[in-house]
């Protein structure tokens, strides 16, 4: 199959690349020209594991091809995919400029019948808008189709290659067939329905799974008032099938480019139909309180933190990205810097990306994991990199000034803890107090 992927951003890029993989000749495009001379000499401008040596391997054998040219992506494409950004407005709703402008070029471009879906996400009635704008610019045969993405910073490469299933809203069944013939070897778990329900799905599912995390979190918090531990209750809850597992995992909040501006989206979504969603408000509370539990810990550990240095773990929103949009490392951060500490921060990918989003004179940006925490008074663990969960804990206790560590994720076995010397906060487990007091 012939296939346009506009848009080389997370999404579009993870895509092309993957269905080019599936056999298919894939032309990704992108306005960027530097983008496009990175990818075409075999570099990947995001970071996502596996990625790169797919993409080198399907362009070697002609199956994946980069352009700024959007004329010649489409000319013989029979699927186009819209992968635009769709980044939040203040108002918390999604700008679609990008989407808009996308449907123009291709309503320009267009030379035949195609179907033309779109994968970002976008809010409900967004591929109606995508059909109206290239029906004023092409008076030819095309169909429109959602086909709303579930990847997962970290895991994309493996999540495209082998879907929990496929979501294809489609308003005719050629358009439909076209799309189930395309994902047919990676599940069988093809859901066909209308185009507005497909939209909501997306935006329905990580609603949900925030509401998950901030659910726990919340019970995290009871936890450490009461005594349990929030690991033990989650195990327990985890067992029920209709409950689940999956993100039932306590810490400082969600963060990245996805549950935090899709929250937010419904939640707007939802106010232009007059209707007010109240338990997803909470969610995004929730979330947003969760992050500052961290300098709560660190007052009750050291008191004052003026004058204090603050080792810092992780920047990333989460481990094997180098995403920091939303990292809850950009609030704890400041904060601390706000109350006269100083952070020494590291993170093994993520540290350029960070330090371009946020800059301050009293950060110390460390090349290794112990340089941060050389001399610190405590360390903040913030991002379950494997190099920190597998970290010696006697050797950080040796380093600190003061041996406080705060476990913002809760990797570490609280007898492994209890050998260590260390005063250690989790969230919602006991606190490992040692005897001397740090003030």
């Not at 996805?258 to 969610?283: H, M, R, W």
């Amino acid at each position: 199959m012939n296939i346009a992927v506009i848009g080389t951003g997370y999404v579009g890029l993870v895509s092309g690349v993957c269905y080019a993989e599936l056999g298919n000749r894939v032309y990704c495009v992108d306005k960027d020209p530097s983008k496009v001379d990175t990818l075409r000499a075999g570099g990947i401008p995001i970071y996502e594991p596996g990625l790169g040596d797919l993409s080198v391997r399907n362009a070697e054998a002609g199956r994946l091809s980069f352009t700024t040219d959007i004329s010649e992506a489409i000319v013989e494409a029979e699927l186009v995919i819209i992968a635009v950004g769709t980044p939040p407005l203040p108002g918390g709703e999604a700008d679609m400029q990008y989407i808009e402008a996308a449907a123009r070029e291709i309503g320009d471009a267009m030379n035949g019948y195609k179907v033309v879906c779109v994968k970002s996400t976008v809010p409900v009635g967004t591929n109606e808008r995508v059909k109206a704008i290239i029906a004023s610019r092409y008076t030819g045969d095309f169909d429109i189709a959602s086909l709303p993405e579930f990847l997962r910073e970290g895991t994309a490469v493996q999540d495209t290659m082998n879907p929990d299933r496929i979501i294809i809203g489609a308003e005719s069944v050629k358009a439909s067939e076209l799309l189930t013939e395309l994902h047919r070897p990676l599940t069988d778990q093809i859901i066909v329905t209308d185009i507005r329900s497909a939209e909501m799905i997306k935006y329905a599912s990580n609603a949900f799974l925030a509401t998950k995390i901030s659910f726990i979190n919340e019970i995290a918090n009871i936890c450490e008032k009461v005594g349990a531990d929030v690991t033990e209750v989650a195990k327990g809850m985890g067992l029920d099938k209709r409950i689940g597992a999956s993100f039932l995992k306590a810490g400082i909040g969600y963060g990245g480019s996805c549950f935090p501006k899709d929250t937010k989206a419904l939640i707007q979504i939802a106010g232009n139909v007059e209707y007010d969603f109240k338990l997803l408000k909470s969610v995004v509370e929730v979330n947003q309180t969760q992050r500052y539990s961290v300098i709560d810990k660190l007052y009750q550990s050291l008191g004052s933190l003026s004058g204090k240095q603050i080792g810092v773990w992780g920047l990333a929103f989460k481990p094997e990205t180098d995403d920091v949009r939303e990292a809850p490392a950009l609030e704890i951060i400041g904060r601390i810097i706000e109350l006269g500490a100083r952070p020494k921060v590291y993170d093994p990918i993520a540290m350029e990306n960070f330090r371009k989003m946020y800059d301050h004179p009293a950060i110390e940006w460390c090349a290794t994991a112990m340089e941060a925490v050389q001399g610190s008074h405590a360390l903040c663990l913030l991002t379950e990199w494997k190099e920190f969960t597998e970290a010696d804990l006697m050797a950080i206790e040796a380093a600190l000034a003061e041996p406080v560590l705060i476990d913002g994720r809760n990797v570490f076995d609280m007898a492994q803890v209890r050998d260590s010397g260390l005063a250690y906060y989790p969230v919602g487990r006991p606190v490992q107090y040692i005897e001397k007091q740090y003030v």
